[in-house]
């Protein structure tokens, strides 16, 4: 069955960086496109980045664009990304989630999520 | 930036009654506008994708509609199951997502 496990939330300093990773089994990884989105009591449900099935197009939301790269991994069937210059209201639960075969698309497999905190 | 509005935001139902949720777009996402339910403490669960198309293992009372920039979840008759929150989101421009209607009991 389709599992995604993230990783590599904690607490981190306002101006930090992180770089969370998300595992994913149980399907062919190389074909999906990916995506991470973030949950707050505050703002729901917000997306923060895509990338491709082969990695070659990818991007951040305007909230963490300059300060978002996501990269994947199909050998390893891993997907990152990686966060810097973060903010408090960075601050979130982080979900790798399943995209699409060939494009941008909604998201059928949830990871747990990982949590992060921005604070001093 | 597609803007995603719900409604209403708190929708109380009875069991075995018909619930209707509301996603507006700020403009046109074509059609490319899912649904999905969370329940307290639990990852969002696709419902509906396509505007109209039931994800895997999702029953029958659950249907979407719409076009252009208004979207309906249906939830034909009420199950305990059910009660929870639902979110739609646009994929026709990047993604969207609403800020949610949360669904109990009446």
């Known amino acids: 069955q389709v599992q995604l496990v993230e990783s590599g939330g904690g607490l981190v300093k306002p101006g930090g960086s992180l770089r969370l990773s998300c595992a994913a089994s149980?399907?062919?990884?190389?074909?999906?496109?990916m995506g991470w989105i973030r949950e707050t009591p505050g703002k729901g449900l917000e997306w923060v980045s895509y990338?491709?099935?082969?990695?070659?197009?990818?991007g951040c939301a305007d909230s963490m664009k300059g300060r978002c790269t996501i990269s994947r991994d199909n050998a390893k069937n891993l997907l990152y990304l990686e966060m810097n210059s973060l903010r408090v209201d960075d601050a979130a639960v982080y979900y790798c989630?399943?995209?699409?075969?060939?494009?941008?698309?909604?998201?059928?497999?949830w990871g747990q999520g990982t949590l992060v905190t921005v604070s001093s | 930036e597609i803007v995603m509005t719900q409604s209403p935001a708190i929708l109380s139902v009875s069991l075995g009654e018909r619930a209707t949720l509301s996603c507006r777009a700020s403009?046109?996402?074509?059609?490319?506008l899912a649904w999905y339910q969370q329940k307290p403490g639990q990852t969002p669960r696709l419902l509906i994708y396509?505007?109209?198309t039931r994800a895997t293992g999702i029953p029958a009372r659950f249907s979407g509609s719409g076009s252009g920039t208004e979207y309906t979840l249906t939830i034909s008759s009420l199950q305990s199951e059910d009660f929870a929150v639902y979110f739609c989101?646009?994929?026709?421009?990047?993604?969207?997502f609403g800020q949610g209607t949360k669904l109990e009991v009446k």
């Open positions: 989630a399943r995209g699409g075969k060939r494009r941008l698309e909604y998201f059928d497999y």
């Open positions: 149980g399907f062919s990884f190389s074909d999906f496109y």
């Open positions: 990338i491709s099935s082969s990695g070659s197009s990818r």
């Open positions: 403009q046109s996402v074509s059609s490319n």
């Open positions: 396509d505007t109209s």
């Open positions: 989101q646009q994929y026709n421009s990047w993604y969207t």
